[in-house]
């Protein structure tokens, strides 16, 4: 936890990036044998899990280089192993990724050298979560939403708000929703409760549930609090949710396709929906730490990355969306219809996740950095 909040204090002081830095890797060389990368789960699948789900075994009989996956279940924990060191690749989301750029832990992306840059969604090249100064710290890998995930035996209809999580209220089969919902163990999840009450509290004013002043916040934690006398428990592991939606009797949650599409897969009665309120969401990237000991392989990692197939197999299997459109037609897994189905044409309509700075253009510069966000969640979860 001290690396975290080391890295998050480092980043509200230091968002302040010095001039154009210049791409470390000016031509690739031999691979060096492996590539080690941190990522979510479900993101780099060898067929283990399920045959037809392989993106990794092709990579390393073509290349060489060895493929080391260690899977984070939050974007505290990949930042704090990026930290650590001994990674060349790491799959961030927008809240991490500011912070990794600003703590010099990733280096700038040399875009000539992965000639699948050109194929990538224009929505997506120069996104600000990685991206400083027209500078790349990355390559787009998967965008998708965090949806809220139900249980369609006790939800015949699907909810039409997340109050279902936020508010104590009877469910449609007449039980108390307290100790049967979830809710995300990571302080990004206040911009879920700060999204919530700019629908139904538009009196706060608030413009960008990332951005939030001194009072905006207050609220926000304060719904939290509500919500904590109904989680049953807190969750960031996605397999633990998984099994909880099994066999511990939750029934609401917001999620993440990935685990809708395990569930599904199993023949459980679960399904999702994006409630009237909207939704964050997660733009990932794949970011090269700033002394990557294989960066030839990594290069190579990221080119194999944005191929059409490795796009689709990627949506299919996690139900999220390539950010290469070429994906979205001819992929056998993925399906003619996958990218409608998971939320293609949804793109405006999510909050992407990005990391929280005292410095924001909504409220004039007067915002809680997200220092504040990480111990001032963990103290609502211990009901403080």
């Known amino acids: 936890m001290n690396s975290f909040l080391k890295s998050c204090t480092a980043l509200t002081v230091a968002l302040a990036f010095s001039g154009q830095a210049i791409a470390q890797v000016k031509e690739l060389g031999k691979g060096e044998g492996e590539v080690n990368i941190v990522a979510w789960p479900g993101y780099i699948e060898r067929g283990e899990t399920d045959r037809g789900y392989d993106w990794v075994t092709s990579f390393e009989k073509d290349t060489g280089c060895k493929v080391n996956v260690k899977t984070a279940n939050t974007s505290d924990e990949m930042v704090s192993l990026m930290n650590e060191g001994g990674f060349d690749l790491v799959t961030a989301s927008g809240d991490a990724s500011l912070r990794l750029v600003a703590g010099k832990r990733v280096q700038p992306i040399n875009t000539d050298l992965v000639p699948s840059w050109k194929t990538v969604d224009d929505r997506l090249k ?172 990594a290069y190579m990692w990221l080119e194999h990355s944005l191929s059409p197939k490795v796009q689709g197999d990627v949506s299919a299997w996690f139900g999220s969306l390539p950010v290469v459109p070429a994906a979205c037609k001819g992929n056998e897994l993925l399906g003619e219809e996958g990218c409608k189905t998971n939320g293609y044409d949804n793109f405006d309509k999510i909050k992407f996740w990005k990391t929280p700075v005292s410095k924001c253009a909504s409220e004039n510069n007067q915002c809680v950095p997200y220092y504040r966000w990480v111990s001032d969640y963990i103290g609502v979860i211990g009901g403080r």
């Open 126 to 297: 120069d996104a600000p979560w990685f991206t400083v100064d027209k500078v790349h710290y990355g390559v787009p890998y998967q965008w998708g939403p965090n949806v809220l995930m139900y249980n369609t035996e006790v939800f015949k209809e699907a909810p039409k708000s997340w109050n279902v999580v936020f508010e104590a209220m009877d469910l449609p089969d007449g039980k108390p929703n307290k100790g049967r919902v979830q809710a995300y163990d990571g302080p990004i999840h206040i911009a879920d409760a700060a999204n919530y009450l700019m629908f139904h509290k538009p009196e706060l004013g608030i413009k960008d549930p990332y951005e939030l002043t001194e009072d905006q916040y207050k609220a926000a934690l304060d719904l939290l609090r509500v919500q904590r006398t109904l989680v049953g428990r807190y969750w960031h592991d996605a397999a633990i949710q998984v099994d909880d939606f099994q066999n511990e009797g939750v029934v609401a949650s917001g999620s993440w396709p990935y685990q809708v599409n395990t569930l599904v897969a199993a023949k459980k009665p679960v399904s999702s929906t994006i409630p009237e309120e909207g939704v964050t969401g997660w733009a990932d990237t794949t970011m090269m730490e700033a002394d990557a000991a294989h960066p030839n392989c």
